[in-house]
């Protein structure tokens, strides 16, 4: 028997088939409401099965009343064992209970002695204030004696001392009303009068030891701003006084007509500028520190600038004076827009290569000067982080950088002049170089073209890099590579290679020259494209500035294809004149049968009927250019020539008809050719025979159906030159392969 959730009563299992046959109880049994539903009952079929249902309920308590006095005894012993529990536990609360009174009993004691402490610890208190007031008004005295003394014995270091005691002391402790302290007040601003006034005359008369004692006071007295602001005035001061002086002596040196120009030393003058200044902050750096940290260093930097900007731009604007570079460009500039005047003459480049250099030197040291000290500033660890960029930003716009701005505007013109003749003259003066492939052209052009290139990186100015680099790019564009085909354009040069069947050999040194100028300057062109852009990489580290110089340099790369578009233009000329002496002797070829009896084949062994008789000739009209030639442009010519007589070949084999033995006469002759060529060159010639091989092996088959164990997926690791109608083709010249077998095949 179980009981539902709702409180009903199920049936015991023996009833439950009448139970549950019908629905649920119609009544909730052992309620009023299930007595008033009995009373209204009048179907004798309804009371029946209520009473069935009534009964089912009955067993249904029966069985649960004796499921729970089956569990009498054990909870009969659970009780017995509870009554026990309590008796423990009662003893157990009358033990709390003593604890809870005795904890009360200390904790009120506790918040006692307690509050007693908190008393004691406040007058202690008291009593340590009145104690160190009591002490700050004996030092006050102290150092109100002391101050006095020391002013009188002049011994000022002791005096700041006192001074700054006594500020340490007024700072926590401030009393208006003592008369101490404004005696203290009074002596403090007596002995700041005198600090002032000895570090000015010392200034005056530039006593450095005078002016590091008394500098060392101002931050004991609380002036360290004002301290920092006349040491720095001080440096600034003796850095103006020694840069005025030595530009004076160069102002004298310039003046004097007799003296040397070697003697006038600008790059020293400015170098000197630099170099106090670096000095000044270097070994002022304590004293700067112990004025206001780091910050002095950063206000030291930026006031020093200042003379940086006055005296470096007077010492850059004077070397622009005393080189007349002003004039110099303009003369530059007309000289190049009047070219076609006859008679003008433009400057010495040999001069201008050493304002060159100059300049260079000048602005590196600007450079130079201007990061280290944006990296002194950058390298301060308490100092705000944005000052760095700020700072850069400062040294960049001063007067210095603007004046820097416009002489290397003055370089890049000059620079470009430099370049421009030197190389008409590299290009007039073009010679044979003994022991040399190419003319001395091409060395001196791209010797000249480098160092302006490097030297105008050395500026570490963007645009003075592109503008150079864009005068090389149409150097060798224009004049260069019209210098360079000018020689292939002569008329009948080809006809002058050979006289009396022999070749000339300084014709042929001169063309062999001209190919060789045109395949390394291709080299060249590429490798200072290299050099530029490492080079760059290393100077300039802004994105946007290497696009710039990527996209120039490309101009480079492109110069270098077309040099060797020129140089297969030549090659193919001189090819053309070389390949109709090699002709006749292919003509001959077409005389050749390779319809062969086994005879006639024995007979080919022993006397070779064309081979040697071509090799002869391509050494002949070929070989002897090889001394004269760079590896690469021999290679080259020796292809061109293979390529002409393959392709001949492949002509004259075409038309021709074999017998199997001829088929194997024409793979041996291959196989020569091959030996041979590969001997000329170091480039592999098998490609350029694969079509000639491939038509022998077809030729060999002992019958049509045995190409099909080459063709198609038997082929192996062979690639096919020849198309299946060429297979076809060649088959066809096969005098005992039947046309039918060939049609047939399945290509």
């Not at 061109?640 to 074999?658: A, G």
Request: net charge negative.
């Amino acid at each position: 028997m179980s009981s539902t959730p709702n409180g009903s009563i199920t049936a015991p299992e023996e009833d439950q088939d009448a139970f549950s046959s019908s629905t649920t109880p119609a009544v909730k049994f052992g309620t009023p409401e299930a007595l008033e539903h009995v009373r209204k009952l009048t179907d004798v079929g309804a009371m029946t099965r209520l009473l069935h249902e009534c009964i089912a309920y009955q067993r249904a308590l029966d069985l649960e009343l004796e499921n729970i006095l089956s569990q009498r005894t054990d909870l009969d012993k659970q009780l017995s064992n509870l009554q026990k529990s309590a008796e423990v536990l009662e003893i157990v609360k009358a033990d709390s209970d003593y604890m809870l009174s005795n904890v009360r009993s200390t904790c009120d004691l506790a918040d006692q002695v307690s509050g007693k402490v908190r008393e004691l610890d406040l007058a202690q208190s008291r009593v340590n204030d009145t104690i160190l007031r009591i002490d700050a008004i004996v030092d006050r005295g102290t150092c109100l004696d002391g101050v006095k003394k020391a002013l009188d014995s002049e011994d000022f270091e002791s005096a700041a001392k006192y001074v700054q005691t006594f500020l340490q002391i007024d700072s926590k402790y401030k009393d208006s009303g003592s008369d101490q302290r404004e005696q203290l007040l009074a002596s403090k601003k007596q002995l700041e009068g005198i600090v002032r006034k000895r570090l000015s005359a010392a200034v005056d008369q530039r006593d450095h030891p005078t002016i590091l004692r008394f500098i060392r006071l101002f931050s004991p007295l609380g002036l360290e701003e004002e301290g920092l602001q006349v040491y720095v005035g001080y440096l600034k001061k003796v850095i103006a006084v020694r840069s005025r002086l030595e530009f004076e002596q160069l102002v004298e040196l310039i003046e004097q007509s007799s003296a040397n120009p070697n003697q006038v030393n600008f790059v020293a003058c400015l170098t000197n500028l630099f170099k106090d200044i670096v000095l000044a902050i270097e070994e002022n750096d304590e004293i700067l520190r112990s004025l206001c940290g780091e910050d002095a260093i950063v206000y030291a930097i930026c006031e020093l600038q200042d003379e940086c900007d006055s005296r470096g731009s007077l010492i850059l604007k004077k070397y622009m004076d005393y080189r007349k570079l002003a004039s110099l460009t303009s003369e530059i500039n007309s000289y190049e827009s009047n070219l076609l005047s006859v008679g003008l003459k433009g400057p010495d480049p040999r001069e201008i290569e050493l304002y060159l250099e100059e300049i260079l030197s000048l602005t590196q040291l600007g450079e130079d000067y201007t990061e280290y000290m944006i990296s002194k500033i950058r390298g301060l660890s308490s100092v705000d982080p944005e000052l760095g960029p700020r700072a850069t930003k400062a040294f960049r716009r001063g007067n210095f950088s603007k004046v820097v701005q416009d002489i290397t505007g003055y370089y890049v013109i000059l620079e470009g002049f430099f370049m421009v003749e030197n190389v008409r003259k590299a290009i007039k003066i073009d010679e044979h170089v003994p022991d040399s492939l190419t003319s001395s052209m091409v060395d001196d052009v791209f010797y000249v073209l480098q160092s302006c290139c490097r030297r105008s990186i050395s500026t570490a100015n963007i645009s003075s890099v592109i503008a150079v680099l864009s005068s090389a790019v149409s150097l060798l564009g224009n004049e260069y590579n019209e210098a360079l085909q000018h020689k292939m354009r002569e008329p009948n040069l080809g006809a002058k290679l050979f006289l009396g069947g022999v070749g000339v050999q300084k014709t042929g040194t001169e063309i062999a020259m001209v190919l060789n100028n045109m395949d390394v300057s291709g080299e060249y062109a590429l490798k200072l494209r290299q050099e530029i852009e490492e080079q760059c990489g290393e100077v300039f580290t802004a994105p946007a500035d290497r696009e710039r110089v990527k996209s120039c340099l490309s101009e480079l790369g492109e110069m270098s294809n077309s040099f060797r578009k020129a140089l297969n233009v030549g090659m193919e000329q001189l090819v053309a004149t070389v390949t109709p002496r090699i002709r006749p002797v292919l003509d001959t070829v077409a005389t050749i049968s390779y319809e062969l009896s086994e005879a006639e084949y024995a007979d080919n062994e022993i006397s070779d009927p064309w081979v040697q008789r071509l090799l002869l000739s391509v050494e002949s009209n070929v070989a002897w250019l090889q001394p004269l030639m760079t590896a690469n442009n021999y290679d080259s010519f020796v292809h061109l020539v293979i390529d002409f007589i393959v392709k001949r070949l492949e002509v004259i084999m075409m038309q021709k008809r074999f017998s199997q033995l001829g088929g194997l006469q024409l793979d041996r002759d291959s196989r020569a050719l091959v030996s041979h060529f590969s001997s000329m060159t170091q480039r592999t010639v098998r490609d350029k025979f694969a079509r000639l091989t491939q038509m022998a092996t077809i030729l060999n088959l002992e019958k049509v159906s045995e190409i099909l164990d080459f063709w198609g997926e038997n082929s192996g690791p062979m690639t096919w030159r020849l198309t299946p109608a060429e297979v076809r083709r060649v088959l066809g010249l096969r005098v005992d392969f039947k046309p039918e077998a060939i049609a047939a095949l399945k290509l």
